[in-house]
């Protein structure tokens, strides 16, 4: 006579007892990591795409900023060449010693103010070329 079912016999197809097959766990365990592995990788490509941005627009704004202050040095240079160059003709055209000291007070006193205001100039366009290009590398929120 052919043995009846009894309960202790499951209805799954596996015959598993309803314990998980282990290998339908790791299967599982496994697809979870690569996804959170993708995900991460993902964000670290958007993050370091970000950062290469913001590191371009900051070299961008510094290189600009050398180029104008290069260009402000190179006209300051040739504004105080040619002051000297006038000075010098000056000094060739008198005649009166007294006129020589006179006209050598002046032109000192006003190479002085002149270096000062360019000196004072170029700090400030250095220092906002700085503030440009360290702005341009942070973070946008």
């Not at 016999?9 to 299967?27: E, F, I, L, N, Y």
């Not at 365990?29 to 627009?57: C, F, P």
């Amino acid at each position: 006579m052919p043995k009846q079912p009894t309960e202790a016999m499951s209805s799954d197809p596996s015959g598993s007892s309803g314990k998980a097959d282990p290998a339908q766990s790791v299967r599982q365990a496994a697809e979870n990591t690569l996804s959170q592995a993708r995900q991460a990788v993902d964000q670290y490509i958007r993050e370091a795409s970000r950062m290469h941005g913001a590191m371009e627009s900051s070299a961008e704004a510094a290189q600009s900023g050398a180029r104008e202050l290069n260009r402000k040095a190179i006209g300051f240079a040739e504004k105080n060449v040619n002051a000297a160059f006038d000075f010098a003709q000056q000094l060739v055209c008198t005649k009166d010693p007294k006129e020589i000291v006179q006209l050598q007070q002046e032109f000192l006193q006003r190479q002085i103010e002149q270096m000062s205001s360019q000196m004072k100039e170029l700090g400030e366009h250095s220092t906002q070329t700085a503030q440009t290009a360290t702005a341009a590398a942070r973070p946008k929120a």
